[in-house]
Structures are given as structure tokens and as C-alpha cells.
């Protein structure tokens, strides 16, 4: 199970297997999709690089996708974590827009970072490149 500090909780979230982490990545795809190249201007740990991305570029991409279908994610992706072994309720743990932000990254990063950095997907882009 991962661990991390976040504000002052340590939250922790176990990896999913089997169907789950494919039909979760579906769901962040379509939630996720119209925002396209606003996705690219993230660095390696998942933090907006402000040099290469205005407020304006984040507003125009965060029009174009579905407020609700948001929400309902990333409540899904904050009750993946515990906290002292119980599951996190968003708006007690966490609270704050920063902390929900960092929780939602570290569930995607648990789920899926050896996904795309080592995996099947790194391998074929590698593969591509050479």
C-alpha cells in the first residue's frame, strides 16, 4: 500500500487489480479528454509547470469538460484513500482545494504511474522512437 503526506494526514491507497484499474482509466479518459493539451503541460510528478500554461489556457480547457463528471471523479479517486484505516470522505479529508488536488494526483500516480513510465505503453513508445 502507498503512503503520503498530504496537509497533515497521511493518506494511503492501495493499487487496483484485475478490471478495475482499466475501467478506471477509461472513466479518466473521458472525463479527462477535452482537456487535451492542457494534460501535456504537466511535468513528471504531475504538478502544472506555470511557465508553460496561463490561467486563461486552464479556464478554456476546464470549459470544455463535463462540471458534474468532474466531481464524481474525483470524489471516486479521494475514497480510493484511507486515512488512519478509514476511507476518506471529501470535504473532512480532504478539505481543501490543494489537499484534493494533490490526493486526486497521488490515486493516479499509485494506479498508474508504472503504467506509462515503465509498461506496456513506455515500451511501445520507446519502441516507436527507435
Same mark, same amino acid.
Given at each position: 500500500?502507498?503512503?503520503?503526506?498530504?496537509?497533515? =494526514?497521511?493518506?494511503?491507497?492501495? &493499487?487496483? $487489480? @484485475?478490471?478495475? &484499474? *482499466?475501467?478506471?482509466?477509461?472513466?479518466?479518459?473521458?472525463?479527462?479528454? &477535452?482537456?487535451? @493539451?492542457?494534460?501535456?503541460?504537466?511535468?513528471?510528478?504531475?504538478? $502544472?509547470?506555470?511557465?508553460?500554461?496561463?490561467?486563461?489556457?486552464? =479556464?478554456?480547457?476546464?470549459?470544455?469538460?463535463?462540471?458534474?463528471?468532474?466531481?464524481?471523479? $474525483?470524489?471516486?479517486?479521494?475514497?480510493?484513500?484511507?486515512?488512519?484505516?478509514?476511507?476518506?470522505? *471529501? @470535504?473532512?479529508?480532504?478539505?481543501?482545494?490543494?489537499?484534493? =488536488?494533490?490526493?486526486?494526483?497521488?490515486?493516479?500516480?499509485?494506479?498508474?504511474?508504472?503504467? =506509462?513510465?515503465? @509498461? &506496456?505503453?513506455?515500451?511501445?513508445?520507446?519502441?516507436?522512437?527507435?
Amino acid at each position: 500500500m502507498a503512503e503520503k503526506r498530504i496537509g497533515q =494526514f497521511v493518506y494511503r491507497c492501495e &493499487p487496483l $487489480m @484485475g478490471r478495475e &484499474p *482499466w475501467a478506471l482509466l477509461l472513466d479518466v479518459k473521458k472525463v479527462l479528454a &477535452p482537456m487535451g @493539451g492542457i494534460l501535456g503541460a504537466s511535468s513528471a510528478d504531475g504538478l $502544472m509547470d506555470a511557465t508553460r500554461l496561463m490561467a486563461g489556457e486552464l =479556464f478554456n480547457a476546464l470549459g470544455a469538460v463535463d462540471d458534474q463528471a468532474v466531481l464524481d471523479l $474525483m470524489e471516486r479517486l479521494v475514497g480510493m484513500c484511507k486515512v488512519d484505516g478509514a476511507p476518506c470522505v *471529501w @470535504g473532512v479529508k480532504p478539505q481543501n482545494m490543494s489537499d484534493t =488536488f494533490e490526493v486526486v494526483l497521488f490515486v493516479l500516480k499509485v494506479n498508474f504511474e508504472s503504467f =506509462f513510465s515503465e @509498461g &506496456p505503453v513506455a515500451k511501445y513508445l520507446k519502441a516507436v522512437a527507435a
